[in-house]
C-alpha cells in the first residue's frame, strides 16, 4: 500500500545520552529534563511538576473547547510538558505529555485525538490514563479551538495537521519523549536486547479521534500497538455532508414550504419509531437494539392516523418527506455511498436548522469546513447544499481528511490490534458505517470474519449515542469520558484494559460489558449491565431473567 512521506523528521533513533532522565520525582528533576530536551523541530513551551489530586487551570482554553475556566484533574504525580512542533514552514502542533513519576509508569504510552475538527485536546482520556499509570500524550491536531475556519481557509499544511499528520507526529514525538524520560532505548528490539522494559504503544479516540486512529493504522501502521476506536468518523467528509443533506430532505431552508418538516415535530418522529419497533428484540426498554434490521413507514405518523397529535403529525407532503429522509445517500452518480440516518435516534443534527425563524443550521462543522477548507469561501453557507457539493469536496479531500482506507494489511501483518465500538443510537455517525468499515477491511485483507476478529473486533452497543450517553448501559471505558470507575478497572468491563490484555497477553475480548449508572455518573449507582459481543454476534436476552444483569444478555 502507498504511503504518505512524513515531512516530519523521523527522531525516533536520536540517542538517549542527549536527555537525561530523571533521577528523582521533584519539580527540579521535571524542569531539569525538559531544559536539556532537544528534538528537532521542537520547543518546550513550559514544563511543570503536578502533585495527585491537584487542579490544573487551563486558562488558555478555547471557547470551544470549554473556555479560560477549564481545568484538568491531575490524576498521580506527574511531570507535564507542553511542546509545539513544526511540521512545516507554514504550520504547528501542540502537544502535551503527561509522564507519571517513574515509580508509578507502567511502561505504557497512550496517545489521545480530538472530536469534531480538532482543535482541543482530549484531557479526559489524558487524565484516565495517567491515573492508571500510563504516560498520557494530547495534541490539538495542528490549529486551536473547535469551532470557525478562519485556522483552515487557505493554509493547506495546517489541514494535512488536521487530516494525518498531527497524530503521526504525536507519535513520533511523543515515544521519543517518553523513551528519554524514563531512559530507555529507542527500538523495543534494542530495549529488549539490553535487559529494559519493552514500552507498549496505545491510542484511544471518539468519533474524529476513531476517524484518526483508522487513518493512523492504515498510513504509519508502527506508531501503535494497539487502538481504542469509539463511533469512528471513517469517511469523514460524507459524515459531514449528510447532515447537510438530510436537512435540505427535510425541507430546508424553505421554511415556510408545505414539505418542510419543523423542529418540534422530529422528536415526535423518533419516539413513534421507538415505540413502534422497541419490542421487537424481546425487551421493552426504550431501545431500538438493531436499527439496521427494520423498515419504518412515516405514513403512520400522518394526520388522522392516531399515532400523533395534532401539533406534530404529518401532511401528506411531510410524510414524503420524512421518508425520504431516512433513505441512503447516494452521490451524483446514483451509487449509494452513505447509510441511511437509523431509526429512533436523535435528528437535531440536521432538524435543529432555524433560529428565531431564519434557516441557521446548529451542526456548524459543514459551514466551517467547506468554508475554509473544501472552497476557500468564507462567505459560502449550505443552504444550497447538494450531492455535488460532497463529490467535490472528495475529489478534493482537503488535507486527505475523508481517512476511508480499509488497507489494515501492514498494521494486521506487524501484530497489532484494534478495539472499535459503536453504539446503535448514535445520531452523529450512523453506525451502519462502523459495519461496512469491518466488512471492507474483511474484503481488502481477504480474510473470513474469524481471521479478522484476531486483529479487529467491533462491539456495537444499543442505547448508546455519540460516544457515550443514552438509554443504555453505555459505560465500557469510553474514550473522552472521565472517570473511569475504579471499582470496574478490569477488561470485561473497561476497553482500554481489553485492549491492553489482548496486544500484551493475546487474550482476545469474547465480550464487553457496559454499565448503566443512576443519572450517568460514572461510580454511582448502578442502574444495569449488559453483555455485548464481537460483530457479528448480537447480544440477545436469554427471555428470563432479569434484563438489568449482564449474565442475562448472550451472545447469538
Given at each position: 500500500?502507498?504511503?504518505?512521506?512524513?515531512?516530519?523528521?523521523?527522531?525516533?533513533?536520536?540517542?538517549?545520552?542527549?536527555?537525561?532522565s530523571p533521577t528523582s520525582t521533584s519539580p527540579t528533576a521535571c524542569a531539569?529534563?525538559?531544559?536539556?530536551?532537544?528534538?528537532?523541530?521542537?520547543?518546550?513551551?513550559s514544563s511543570s511538576h503536578l502533585l495527585n489530586r491537584t487542579s490544573l487551570p487551563l486558562p488558555s482554553t478555547p471557547a470551544s473547547c470549554g473556555g479560560p475556566t477549564s481545568t484538568a484533574n491531575i490524576t498521580t504525580d506527574l511531570c507535564r510538558l507542553v511542546l509545539q512542533v513544526s511540521t512545516s514552514d507554514a504550520s504547528v502542533v501542540r502537544l502535551e505529555a503527561w509522564l507519571p513519576d517513574p515509580e508509578a509508569w507502567n511502561a505504557r504510552l497512550l496517545a489521545t485525538g480530538n472530536g469534531g475538527i480538532g482543535g482541543c485536546v482530549d484531557y479526559a482520556t489524558m487524565q484516565n490514563a495517567a491515573g492508571l499509570g500510563f504516560a498520557a500524550l494530547g495534541t490539538n491536531a495542528g490549529h486551536d479551538g473547535a469551532s470557525g475556519y478562519e485556522f483552515f481557509l487557505g493554509k493547506p499544511e495546517v489541514l494535512n495537521d488536521f487530516g494525518w499528520r498531527g497524530l503521526h507526529v504525536e507519535a513520533e514525538v511523543g515515544k521519543d519523549v517518553v523513551r528519554r524520560y524514563y531512559g530507555i532505548s529507542g527500538t523495543e528490539s534494542e530495549a529488549e536486547g539490553k535487559g529494559e522494559v519493552k514500552m507498549k504503544s496505545y491510542y484511544a479516540g471518539c468519533s474524529t479521534g476513531g476517524r484518526q486512529g483508522f487513518q493512523n493504522a492504515a498510513l504509519y501502521p508502527s506508531d501503535f500497538d494497539g487502538f481504542l476506536l469509539g463511533s469512528p468518523g471513517i469517511d469523514w467528509l460524507r459524515v459531514v455532508a449528510?447532515?447537510?443533506?438530510?436537512?435540505?430532505?427535510?425541507?430546508w431552508p424553505d421554511l415556510d414550504s408545505p414539505a418542510y418538516v419543523r423542529p418540534e415535530q422530529w422528536p415526535a418522529i423518533a419516539d413513534a419509531q421507538i415505540r413502534a419497533l422497541d419490542a421487537l428484540d424481546g425487551v421493552r426498554d426504550g431501545v431500538i437494539d438493531e436499527p439496521t434490521a427494520h423498515r419504518f413507514d412515516p405514513a403512520t405518523l400522518a394526520c388522522g392516523a392516531g399515532v400523533l397529535n395534532a401539533s406534530v403529525c404529518l401532511s401528506p407532503q411531510q410524510v414524503g418527506t420524512v421518508r425520504g429522509v431516512?433513505?441512503?445517500?447516494?452521490?451524483?452518480?446514483?451509487?449509494?455511498?452513505?447509510?441511511?440516518?437509523?431509526?429512533?435516534?436523535?435528528?437535531?443534527?440536521?432538524?435543529?436548522?432555524?433560529?428565531n425563524g431564519t434557516a441557521e443550521l446548529s451542526y456548524t462543522i459543514l459551514q466551517d469546513f467547506w468554508r475554509g477548507a473544501v472552497y476557500n469561501d468564507s462567505t459560502w453557507t449550505p443552504n444550497n447544499f447538494s450531492e455535488e457539493d460532497m463529490d467535490f469536496a472528495l475529489e478534493v479531500n482537503p488535507g486527505l481528511v475523508n481517512a476511508g482506507e480499509t488497507d489494515l494489511s501492514a498494521f494486521h501483518a506487524r501484530g497489532g490490534r484494534i478495539i472499535s465500538y459503536h453504539g446503535r443510537n448514535d445520531e452523529t455517525v450512523t453506525s451502519a458505517l462502523s459495519e461496512r468499515y469491518f466488512t471492507g477491511v474483511q474484503s481488502t485483507l481477504n480474510l473470513t470474519i474469524e481471521e479478522t476478529q484476531e486483529f479487529y473486533r467491533l462491539f456495537f452497543l444499543p442505547g448508546m449515542h455519540h460516544c457515550s450517553g443514552g438509554l443504555g448501559p453505555w459505560s465500557i471505558g469510553n474514550a473522552q469520558k472521565y472517570p473511569y470507575d475504579p471499582a470496574l478497572l478490569d477488561p470485561e468491563h473497561n476497553a482500554l484494559l481489553a485492549l491492553v490484555r489482548w496486544v500484551e497477553n493475546g487474550n482476545a475480548p469474547e465480550v464487553l460489558v457496559g454499565t448503566k449508572y443512576e443519572d450517568d455518573v460514572i461510580g454511582g449507582q448502578i442502574t444495569a449491565q449488559r453483555t455485548y459481543c464481537p460483530y457479528p454476534k448480537i447480544s440477545k436476552w436469554d427471555g428470563t431473567n432479569d434484563t438489568s444483569l449482564a449474565s442475562s444478555w448472550k451472545c447469538i
Open positions: 500500500m502507498h504511503r504518505l512521506r512524513s515531512s516530519y523528521p523521523t527522531i525516533l533513533l536520536l540517542s538517549l545520552a542527549l536527555t537525561p531539569a529534563f525538559a531544559s536539556h530536551l532537544s528534538i528537532p523541530n521542537t520547543t518546550v513551551l449528510s447532515k447537510g443533506i438530510l436537512a435540505r430532505r427535510a425541507g431516512y433513505e441512503p445517500i447516494a452521490g451524483a452518480s446514483g451509487e449509494v455511498v452513505y447509510p441511511a440516518f437509523e431509526l429512533g435516534s436523535d435528528t437535531s443534527v440536521f432538524s435543529d436548522n432555524q433560529v
